[in-house]
């Protein structure tokens, strides 16, 4: 079975950091585009950073773009989003996916909490 598990969520003050992981099972990790979206209260669901497979190349939202940073290793099968810089709007559940084929798969989610 495939399996996305993230971690590392929790509570920041803003201007605070913290790093997210994402450890994946089931799957050939280094075949598959990764990446982050969020859910935060009362807003839609926003794709936040992602790594694409063939080439590397990583983007990001303009709302985090110098601020986090994506990482992946595939010798471990994890994928990391590092987070600087917090503000209170960086608040919300934090999913990490695994994306091949156009068959996507999806963690169960990490809260972050960004206080001012």
């Known amino acids: 079975d495939v399996r996305l598990v993230e971690s590392g969520g929790g509570l920041a003050q803003a201007g605070g950091s913290l790093t997210l992981s994402c450890v994946v099972s089931?799957?050939?990790?280094?075949?598959?585009?990764v990446g982050w979206f969020r859910q935060a209260p009362g807003k839609e669901h926003e794709g936040v950073s992602c790594?694409?497979?063939?080439?590397?190349?990583?983007h990001y939202a303009d709302s985090v773009k110098g601020r986090f940073t994506i990482s992946r290793d595939d010798a471990k099968n994890l994928l990391y989003l590092q987070m600087n810089s917090l503000k209170p709007e960086d608040t919300g559940v934090y999913y990490c996916?695994?994306?091949?084929?156009?068959?996507?798969?999806w963690g169960q989610g990490t809260q972050v909490t960004v206080s001012s």
């Open positions: 996916y695994a994306l091949f084929l156009g068959v996507e798969n």
């Open positions: 089931g799957i050939t990790f280094h075949d598959y585009a």
């Open positions: 790594i694409v497979n063939e080439d590397g190349s990583t």
